[in-house]
């Protein structure tokens, strides 16, 4: 029954590495998001996506970029990993209904950057 | 800068009393507010909402209460049980004029533990 799928539940990475975070939903939904959650913090959104091949930056984009290139397919990547990226990193997507009938969320990846 | 802001950061509630988790919005913009709930291992999962046409919306135990002038709202937990023991966190939605995308701002999170 599992909906929105993060490739990876735990993730080390070296500083400087790329690193690709892949999430896939199987909901035929419009939107995608990836949040990054830390303590303190709350869920703060990197980026979005409305559809495919379309891209907007959320609050806190620097460092990463985004692909989708299927409607199905969010990825997240980070250009140079940084100790500063070490974090839970959340997927979600929602039908384009302004959210209304919820986000359903990834079960997340943690990510370690060493 | 945070648009939501969320109090406590941390609550301890009997079984059987009463949680309040606390949320107060900057962003008139603001016109949608849910309630998302988060246990270990888990993303986060809809809980309950609200529209700003409303003061009150009550789902079983929860209910969301909204003060538009003071631009609050808040979560009220009856009769809590030891499942309940969560991260809740509110959020915001800030329609975008792309015509179907909206995006969630979220608060801080409130952790809850319901001791027996």
């Known amino acids: 029954d599992v909906k929105v799928t993060q490739s990876s539940r735990y993730l080390v990475k070296r500083t400087g590495e790329k690193v690709f975070l892949e999430c896939v939903q199987d909901?035929?939904?419009?939107?995608m998001f990836w949040y990054r959650q830390d303590p303190g913090l709350g869920l703060r959104l990197i980026y979005f996506?409305?559809?495919?091949?379309?891209?907007e930056k959320g609050d806190i984009p620097e460092g990463y970029s985004v692909s989708r290139e299927k409607k199905e397919r969010f990825s997240l990547i980070l250009e140079s990993a940084s100790t500063n990226q070490t974090s839970m990193y959340l997927c979600a997507s929602s039908f384009g209904d302004r959210g209304l009938r919820g986000y359903t969320f990834g079960s997340g990846t943690r990510l370690t950057v060493v | 800068q945070q648009q939501v802001k969320q109090s406590p950061q941390s609550l301890i509630v009997q079984k059987g009393g009463i949680s309040i988790i606390n949320c107060a919005y900057e962003n008139t913009a603001f016109d949608y507010f849910p309630w998302y709930q988060q246990f270990p291992g888990k993303g986060p999962a809809l809980l309950i909402a609200i529209r700003p046409d409303v003061s009150e919306k009550k789902e079983g135990r929860f209910t969301i209460s909204f003060n538009k002038s003071a631009k609050q709202f808040s979560l009220h937990i009856m009769d809590s049980q030891p499942g309940d023991s969560a991260t809740y966190f509110c959020?915001?939605?800030?329609?975008?004029?792309?015509?179907?995308?909206?995006?969630?701002?979220f608060g801080t999170g409130t952790r809850l533990q319901v001791t027996l």
């Open positions: 909901m035929d939904h419009e939107n």
């Open positions: 996506s409305y559809d495919v091949k379309m891209k």
């Open positions: 959020a915001a939605t800030d329609f975008i004029n792309t015509g179907t995308a909206s995006k969630l701002t």
